[in-house]
């Protein structure tokens, strides 16, 4: 932000924010200024051991393992009342989720630096609207951790008791929480390691039940086409809303860009295979349970995905299996998120917008970001369970639903301005012409997010915005003084 009293300054030119993708423009703290590893640690490149850039496979497995969480194992029966029009709105959502991941790679290309929608957001528009989107993103990286955890533990209990005291159901969620913190404290080495195997993990039940339930598909149990008492229209947007939330991590490879291989290209190719991919899983999943488990069933059902594996081998084990499944999904999901909750303070902490400490990296991972984000998130898990306060933590939930949303329309914001201002390589009239549709669909894809969370979650949203404009005012007072 510019110093009252003085004009306003021109942006950079592209040239020089690309230049240097760890360059600080604005900020206090540099990486000559935070904690370093151990040289002990190095190698001769100097570069920790415990630190490595993330490929293409890795990056994908970032994106899908944070989209693909716990939801998809009750997802075909949330929907089935709705009847198979719900399946249109699938198709419809991933086209739009895509197009959100094209716009996060075009992104990403002109800038690939750690931060995804901050850093795009404070570029195009400054420090206050960067701040923002840093601000909401950290709120739906703890909050949705502490949901992940909650769920978890449900799953768990099926083939575990933990969940019959509230204080061993609170424990095992804290424990579920600190494993992956772990990894990620280990470094971005382990990190990576951890989401790609619990990625491959938690895709084979799902393949098992989307390719194995062909076999035994009979379309009688499909059931009708639209049971919801709407249109065609009205049916397809009342599922949208309910499958709107499944395709939130579309953004994971630009947010960790910093450490993601040739991340000009990467992480627009991770970002739409990702999403793609993710994509596919859902559907299939989802038309392989509606076609093993008979529709009158499905819509009263809890666990959809052990009641298709039933159906198709038989026995009663499929609950275990699924259950297992679900565990990893979210162990998974949770090692990513907690990187990418880290991510953006760190980023937005090398340019004096969040205190100093969330800039301090040791080995690839910002370690103060990763402490905090657990904190917080095992305080509002234990808050959860010991004081039985289940709707309010349901809120909370709907609320990230909201503040996720923020980043991504101040991203699909910032790719329009490049485009209409012509700070671009290329002149291509067909190029800028598509580009354009594709940011008008992720736009309204956001806005369809956003519009989704419902009222309230809106509502109480836009107060969690509020409050980090406090945090903004210390923050910029503070820079200012200094």
């Not at 942006?11 to 423009?25: F, R, Y």
């Not at 959860?384 to 639903?401: H, P, R």
């Not at 580009?435 to 519009?451: E, K, Q, R």
């Amino acid at each position: 932000m510019d110093s009252p009293g003085t004009a306003p300054q021109p942006a950079p030119a592209p040239s020089e924010t690309l230049a240097a993708p760890d360059q600080v423009t604005h900020g206090q703290v540099t990486d000559d200024q935070v904690p370093h590893d151990n040289p002990d640690v190095t190698d001769s490149t100097g570069t920790s051991r415990h630190a490595r850039q993330f490929g293409l496979p890795v990056a994908t497995a970032l994106v899908m393992g944070n989209i693909i969480g716990g939801g998809i194992f009750t997802l075909p029966a949330s929907i089935a009342p709705f009847g198979t029009v719900s399946l249109v709105a699938f198709a419809v959502l991933t086209v739009a989720a895509i197009a959100l991941a094209l716009v996060f790679g075009r992104l990403a290309a002109r800038d690939p630096r750690t931060g995804g929608p901050y850093v795009y957001a404070r570029e195009a528009f400054g420090d206050f609207a960067g701040f923002l989107a840093a601000w909401s993103y950290w709120i739906t990286g703890w909050v949705s951790n502490a949901a992940l955890a909650v769920a978890a533990v449900g799953y768990l209990d099926v083939v575990i008791p933990v969940g019959g005291h509230p204080w061993s159901a609170c424990l095992t969620a804290l424990v579920l929480l600190w494993l992956p913190a772990v990894a990620n404290f280990a470094g971005t080495r382990y990190v990576g390691a951890v989401q790609l195997v619990s990625t491959v993990l938690k895709f084979v039940p799902l393949l098992l039940v989307a390719v194995g339930g062909l076999f035994f598909f009979d379309p009688a149990r499909l059931g009708p086409f639209n049971s919801s008492g709407h249109g065609p229209v009205g049916a397809v947007s009342a599922s949208a809303a309910l499958l709107l939330f499944s395709y939130l991590g579309v953004e994971s490879a630009a947010v960790s860009a910093g450490e993601v291989k040739d991340a000009r290209r990467n992480v627009g190719r991770a970002s739409v295979i990702g999403t793609t991919g993710a994509a596919l899983v859902y559907l299939l999943g989802t038309l392989a349970v509606f076609g093993t488990v008979p529709h009158d069933r499905l819509v009263h059902s809890t666990a959809p995905f052990s009641d298709a594996v039933n159906a198709m081998f038989g026995g009663s084990w499929g609950g275990t299996a699924v259950a297992l499944a679900a565990v990893v999904s979210m162990t998974g999901c949770l090692n990513g998120w907690t990187l990418l909750s880290a991510q953006t303070p760190y980023a937005a902490a090398k340019d004096g917008l969040f205190p100093a400490a969330f800039a301090r990296r040791r080995r690839g991972v910002p370690t103060i970001g990763v402490a905090v984000t657990v904190v917080l998130a095992s305080l509002l898990t234990a808050y959860n369970y010991l004081s039985g306060s289940g709707k309010v933590f349901e809120v909370l939930v709907l609320i990230t639903t909201f503040t996720a949303t923020v980043p991504y329309l101040l991203a699909t914001a910032a790719q329009l301005f490049h485009l209409i201002s012509g700070r671009r390589e290329s002149v291509d009239r067909a190029r800028l012409a598509r580009d354009l549709v594709i940011t008008a669909v992720a736009a309204g894809f956001s806005l369809w997010l956003m519009a989704g969370a419902g009222y309230a979650a809106v509502y109480q949203g836009v107060l969690f915005l509020f409050a980090g404009v406090l945090v903004y005012a210390v923050m910029v007072a503070r820079r200012q003084q200094a």
